[in-house]
C-alpha cells in the first residue's frame, strides 16, 4: 500500500478547505457539505493506492482525539455528546485543518473561539469520515482496503474521563467554553 505522509495529508485537507471557502455558497448552502465536494475532488486525482493511504491516515487521527477531555468539550458545546456523535465530531476536528486540529488537540478550550463561524458552524461532519471510502468506490468499483489490527482498535478514550455534568468541573478546565455557552449547548 501506498503511504500518505502527515504534510500530504494535511495539505489535501487545507486545500479543499481553502476550496470549499473560495466557493461562491447559495444562501443557507452548508459549509461542510461544499467542504466533502471539495475533498472528492482532490481525491479523485489520486490513484486508489493513495486514496486508501490518506483514509488509513484519516482514521490514524481520528483515533488520536479518541480523548476523555474532547468528549467532554464536545458534550458541553452540543448539550450532549453520543459514541455516535463524538465520531462525528472527530471528524469535523479533522475537517478543520492542521492548524485548528492540532491547536483544539493541544487546548479542547479553544473550540469556544472556532465554532460559530461561516466555515465552522457547527463541530459535526459525519460524512466527512467517508469521503475517501466513497471516492474509492467510484474509482474501483470495490470497497477500501482495511484490515484491521490490534493497533486500530481503541476501546477507551485516552486521558482521564470527566464529569461532563460537574459545572464547576467543567468551567475550571474549560473557562472560555463554558462562559460562551453558560447553558451547556450550541
Known amino acids: 500500500m501506498s503511504i500518505m505522509t502527515e504534510t500530504r495529508f494535511w495539505e489535501i485537507i487545507d486545500s479543499s ?30 490513484p486508489p493506492e493513495e486514496i486508501a493511504a490518506f483514509d488509513d491516515r484519516f482514521r490514524a487521527y481520528h483515533r488520536f482525539a479518541y480523548r476523555w477531555d474532547l468528549w467532554a468539550a464536545a458534550y458541553w458545546l452540543h448539550g450532549g455528546c453520543s459514541d455516535d456523535g463524538f465520531t462525528d465530531f472527530r471528524a469535523c476536528l479533522i475537517s478543520l485543518g492542521r492548524v485548528l486540529y492540532f491547536k483544539v488537540l493541544q487546548e479542547p478550550d479553544s473550540l469556544a473561539d472556532i465554532v460559530d463561524h461561516p466555515d465552522v458552524p457547527y463541530m459535526q461532519a459525519e460524512g466527512f469520515q467517508y469521503v475517501a471510502s466513497r471516492v474509492y468506490e467510484e474509482k474501483t468499483g470495490e470497497r477500501i482496503p482495511y ?13 482521564e474521563r470527566l464529569d461532563h455534568d460537574d459545572e464547576e468541573l467543567m468551567r475550571e478546565r474549560f473557562p472560555k467554553l463554558v462562559a460562551r455557552f453558560p447553558e451547556m449547548g450550541d
Open 147 to 159: 484490515e484491521p489490527s490490534d493497533s486500530h482498535v481503541v476501546r477507551e478514550p485516552a486521558g
Open 17 to 46: 478547505r481553502e476550496a470549499a471557502r473560495l466557493q461562491e455558497r447559495q444562501p443557507n448552502q452548508d459549509f461542510l457539505a461544499l467542504h466533502e465536494q471539495s475533498l472528492a475532488d482532490a481525491l479523485r486525482q489520486l
